[in-house]
C-alpha cells in the first residue's frame, strides 16, 4: 500500500514522535496534584509549572524542576492554565488556534521539522546549555540534515544580512561581515553574535552534498538546512593492456544502470559521469574492445562516499596471438637510416620509427595476417612498399632504401689546400644549384678523402658548414657518378695578424675586417670569407688560413675604407686616414 505521507512530513512526524517520548519520560517522574497541565496529540498528559509561546515554540517549566521547549503543532490543548499574566493565555489560545486552522489572525505556518527541538530540549534537561543563553535574540541556530533526516557534521554555514533592524525605526544598515560556524556531531549548528535582522543562511557544498539555503530572522531556532546529495559521480581512470601500455578506443560504461559510455583516447584515459545510486550499492563497469577479453570492474558505495570523483584503471587480455615484427632500414652503402617511420598496415596499423642504428621493432602484431609494410622516406631515397605474412614466429625484414632514380649517383673525391695538402675531418654541404631538394652532408676521413653514395645529379654547390664561410661551385655530376673530384680549400695552419691604427698611431676603434680569398681548381670555382675584430690596441688575427695570397678589407667610420693584400702567414700594420686624406699600411 502507498504511504499516503510525504518524506518531509514524515520527518516531522518522526520528530513529534521524539518529542512525545521525552515527554512522557519527564511526565512519569512528575509529582502529582498540579492543575496545569499539557495536553498532547496523542493523548499523553504533561503537569508543568508554566508555560510560554515564544513564535511557534512552546517553552515550560516541568513540575518536578527542569524545561524544555518543543513546536506547538504536537500540543492538543493547555488546561487550566494560571501565569497571572491574562496576555499568555490569549497567545497560547491564538496559537494553538492558527495551529487548528480556527485563527486568522497573520501568522507563520508551522513548517519546520522537529529534530532540533527535540535535540534543544535534551540539551536543556541535562542541563549541557544555558536556558537563558538559548532564548538569546542575537542568534541563529537550526539543523544540518541530508534528505533521509540523518544529521550530518562538519559541514559550514554561514549567515549574510539581508536586512537589519534597529530599535525605533525599524530601518535597515550597513551589512557585517559574513559569519561562519560548522555543524556539530548532531548536525546543530549556532550562529552568535548577530545584529537584530533578516538573513540568509547557507551551507558550503561539500564533495557529497550541494549547497542549501534559507531565509530567517535572529532568533529562530529552526533555521534547518536540508542537503541534497550530490547525483552525478565522475568515474576516471586509464586501460593498458598486458605489457602495460595504453589502449585507444577501449568502451567504458556501466554494465546495468546508465547509458552513459566513455572511449579511451591514444593515451588511454578515459572520463566520464554516472548517477550516483542508493547507499549500500554496487557499481559494476565494463571495460569493451575488439580481440579483448571484456573485463568487468566493480566496486561499493561504501568506496565514493562522500566523494565526488573515483579512479579505477583497467587492463585487457588480448585474445589474439600476438608477435612481435622487426628489422633494420639501411641505404645502398648499408649505412643505417635512422628516423624514418615504418608503417605496417592491415585490419590494425602499426608504425614505428627506426633509431640510430636504423633497427625498428613493432610489438603486439596479430599474426597470420597479411600486412602492407611501406617507407615514404624523408630523405632522397624512392619510397618503399611490400606485402608481408606474419606468422605465428613474428617476422624479420632487412629493408634497403634505394636513391631517388636518376637524381642521385656516387660522388667521391679528397679536399685539399692549394699547396695539395690533404684537408682532413672537414664538413660540406653539397646541394644542386637548380633544385630545392634538402642538401646532403659530406665530411672528408683522416686522408681528406669522401664519399657520398646519393649526391644529387646536376651542377654541384659546396658550402660549409660553419665559419669561414666557403663555397665551391661548378663541378657537374652525371646519372653515371664521379670519383677523384679533388675540392680545394682555403684551410689550414697559418695565420694573418696585425694591427689597425690612425695616421698618429692611434687604435682605431670597433673597425670591420674581412678577409677573402678565391682560387680556380680542378672541382671548379673556391671562395672563403672570414670576419674577425681588434682588441683593445687594435690588433687582429685570423687563424686556420691556407697558404697563398689573400685580400683584406679594412674599414671604420670616418675613415677611407683600405683594401690590401696579405700573404699567409703575414704580419700587418693597417693605418687609416681620415676621410679625404691619404691611407697608407705597412
Not at 499516503?4 to 517522574?29: C, D, I, N, Y
Not at 541534497?228 to 560504461?253: F, R
Request: negative net charge; hydrophobic residues 35%; glycine residues 10%.
Amino acid at each position: 500500500m502507498d504511504c499516503p505521507l510525504t518524506a518531509s512530513e514524515m520527518q516531522r512526524l518522526w520528530g513529534g514522535v521524539r518529542v512525545l517520548l521525552f515527554a512522557a519520560l519527564l511526565a512519569a517522574t512528575a509529582p502529582p496534584g498540579k492543575a496545569e497541565v499539557v495536553v498532547f496529540s496523542s493523548g499523553l498528559v504533561l503537569p508543568v509549572e508554566s508555560f510560554r509561546v515564544t513564535g511557534e515554540t512552546a517553552e515550560v517549566e516541568l513540575v518536578g524542576g527542569g524545561e524544555i521547549w518543543f513546536p506547538l503543532y504536537v500540543v492538543d490543548r493547555i488546561d487550566d492554565i494560571d501565569t497571572g499574566d491574562p496576555s499568555v493565555v490569549t497567545r497560547v489560545k491564538s496559537a494553538l488556534n492558527a495551529k487548528n486552522g480556527t485563527d486568522t489572525a497573520p501568522g507563520r505556518p508551522v513548517e519546520k521539522e522537529s529534530s532540533l527541538e527535540t535535540a534543544r530540549a535534551e540539551e536543556l534537561a541535562a542541563g549541557e546549555i544555558d536556558p537563558e543563553d538559548s532564548e538569546s535574540a542575537n542568534s541563529i541556530s537550526g539543523m544540518v540534515l541530508n534528505e533521509a533526516g540523518d544529521p550530518v557534521d562538519g559541514v559550514e554555514v554561514r549567515a549574510r544580512a539581508i536586512r537589519l533592524f534597529h530599535p525605533g525605526d525599524g530601518g535597515g544598515g550597513e551589512s557585517p561581515p559574513e559569519v561562519q560556524g560548522l555543524s556539530q556531531r548532531n548536525g546543530s549548528y549556532r550562529l552568535d553574535q548577530l545584529p537584530a535582522g533578516e538573513y540568509s543562511v547557507s551551507s558550503r557544498p561539500t564533495d557529497r552534498y550541494n549547497s542549501a539555503r534559507t531565509d530567517v530572522r535572529t532568533g529562530d531556532k529552526l533555521a534547518n538546512l536540508i542537503l541534497n546529495e550530490k547525483h552525478e559521480l565522475a568515474i576516471y581512470g586509464t586501460v593498458t593492456n598486458t605489457l602495460g601500455e595504453p589502449l585507444q578506443d577501449v568502451s567504458v560504461k556501466q554494465a546495468v544502470g546508465s547509458t552513459a559510455t566513455a572511449t579511451t583516447d591514444p593515451d588511454g584515459y578515459y572520463r566520464f559521469e554516472i548517477p550516483r545510486g542508493s547507499h549500500g550499492q554496487t557499481y559494476k563497469l565494463m571495460f569493451v574492445r575488439k580481440s579483448y577479453a571484456t573485463q568487468f570492474l566493480t566496486f561499493e558505495d561504501s568506496e565514493v562516499a562522500g566523494r565526488h570523483e573515483f579512479g579505477l584503471n583497467a587492463s585487457l587480455e588480448s585474445l589474439e596471438t600476438l608477435v612481435v615484427v622487426e628489422g633494420t632500414v639501411s641505404n645502398s652503402m648499408g649505412a643505417p637510416v635512422p628516423g624514418e617511420t615504418v608503417f605496417l598496415v592491415g585490419e590494425k596499423n602499426h608504425q614505428a620509427v627506426t633509431d640510430q642504428a636504423g633497427r625498428f621493432l613493432i610489438p603486439e602484431v596479430s599474426a597470420d595476417e597479411t600486412y602492407q609494410f611501406w617507407i615514404s622516406p624523408r630523405g632522397n631515397y624512392q619510397k618503399h612498399q611490400e606485402e608481408v605474412l606474419v606468422s605465428a614466429e613474428g617476422l624479420k625484414l632487412e629493408v634497403t632504401l634505394k636513391p631517388e632514380e636518376s637524381d642521385y649517383a656516387s660522388l667521391s673525391g679528397r679536399m685539399v689546400d692549394t699547396n695539395g695538402t690533404p684537408v682532413p675531418n672537414f664538413s660540406l654541404w653539397v646541394r644542386n644549384s637548380k633544385s630545392t631538394q634538402n642538401p646532403v652532408l659530406v665530411t672528408s676521413d683522416s686522408t681528406g678523402a669522401f664519399l657520398v653514395p646519393d649526391a644529387p645529379v646536376g651542377r654541384l654547390v659546396f658550402n660549409s658548414v660553419s665559419d669561414p664561410r666557403m663555397t665551391i661551385g661548378g663541378p657537374e655530376l652525371s646519372p653515371a657518378g664521379l670519383e677523384n673530384l679533388k675540392l680545394t680549400l682555403d684551410w689550414g695552419t697559418y695565420e694573418i695578424r696585425g694591427r689597425v691604427v690612425d695616421g698618429d698611431g692611434i687604435p682605431v676603434a670597433s673597425p670591420q675586417l674581412s678577409l677573402e680569398w678565391s682560387h680556380r681548381g680542378e672541382g671548379g670555382q673556391s671562395l672563403s670569407l672570414r670576419h674577425t675584430s681588434v682588441d683593445a690596441y687594435g690588433s687582429f688575427v685570423f687563424t686556420q688560413v691556407g697558404p697563398g695570397l689573400h685580400s683584406l678589407k679594412v674599414s671604420a667610420p670616418g675613415f677611407e675604407p683600405v683594401q690590401l693584400q696579405a700573404d699567409s702567414p703575414g704580419d700587418l700594420l693597417v693605418q687609416l686616414q681620415a676621410k679625404n686624406k691619404e691611407v697608407g699600411f705597412q
